[in-house]
């Protein structure tokens, strides 16, 4: 599998930016970069997902470098409700995820 | 809400008890997933099924593990002479097919053993 690298932990201040950084230099063609959060005592939630293209949903913005070995989560104006651990994961076929131990987002009042 | 549901949502049991657990997926999905977290690491593959077959088991899932799917909707997942290292949460997920589809997870069942 290939593996995905993060930062353990990070902070930012409510109402700000956070850019979630994330690097995948052994990344193959066909894995897509999936980002998933879990929020304390609750399963992993489902986040944004890409390919090559940056993505827009919702809940975040997925920027994907152009040679795809790295991406940044973003969320644009960070809430209390945002504190958790994301989880960077490249995911072929949609089997089994193998995730790291992510980054714990600490926001900041 | 019909997203994927699990149940029970604790169970404390004595080492040496078998226990099950019992997940309800998202009703459309045919693909079922188990994995396993412990305190401060990321969830851990146990196994899938697409629809009723089990399609590939992970190395964690000892002789004392089973997981069925019997007729490709519900899934148990059953630990027999529970021992101390099984004390974990335990997830499962749903999806369709495809890798731009996501996972969709319940909260888990967490288990301790006395």
């Known amino acids: 599998d290939a593996k995905t690298t993060q930062p353990n932990s990070m902070e930012s201040n409510e109402e700000e930016p956070v850019h979630l950084p994330c690097n995948h230099s052994t990344i193959s063609g066909t894995d897509y970069i999936h980002w998933y959060r879990q929020l304390p005592s609750q399963g992993p939630e489902y986040v944004i997902h890409?390919?090559?293209s940056n993505v827009n949903n919702r809940m975040a913005s997925l920027a994907i470098a152009e040679d795809r070995k790295s991406s940044t989560l973003i969320l644009h104006r960070a809430t209390l409700r945002d504190a958790a651990v994301y989880y960077c994961?490249?995911?072929?076929?949609?089997?089994?995820?193998?995730f790291g131990t992510g980054t714990r987002l600490t926001i900041i009042p | 809400d019909t997203g994927v549901s699990q149940n029970p949502r604790h169970k404390i049991t004595k080492r040496g008890q078998n226990v099950t657990f019992r997940c309800d997926p998202i009703s459309e999905h045919n693909r079922l997933y188990w994995y396993r977290q412990t305190l401060g690491q990321g969830p851990e593959f146990l196994t899938y099924?697409?629809?009723?077959?089990?399609?590939?088991k992970s190395r964690l899932l000892s002789d004392r593990f089973s997981a069925e799917r019997p007729k490709g909707s519900f899934s148990t997942l059953e630990i027999q002479r529970t021992e101390q290292g099984d004390s974990a949460m335990y997830l499962c997920?749903?999806?369709?097919?495809?890798?731009?589809?996501?996972?969709?997870f319940g909260d888990g069942t967490r288990l301790s053993i006395l």
């Open positions: 099924f697409q629809n009723e077959a089990q399609l590939e």
């Open positions: 994961i490249l995911n072929f076929g949609n089997e089994k995820l193998t």
């Open positions: 997920a749903s999806s369709d097919p495809g890798g731009d589809q996501p996972q969709h």
């Open positions: 890409g390919l090559t």
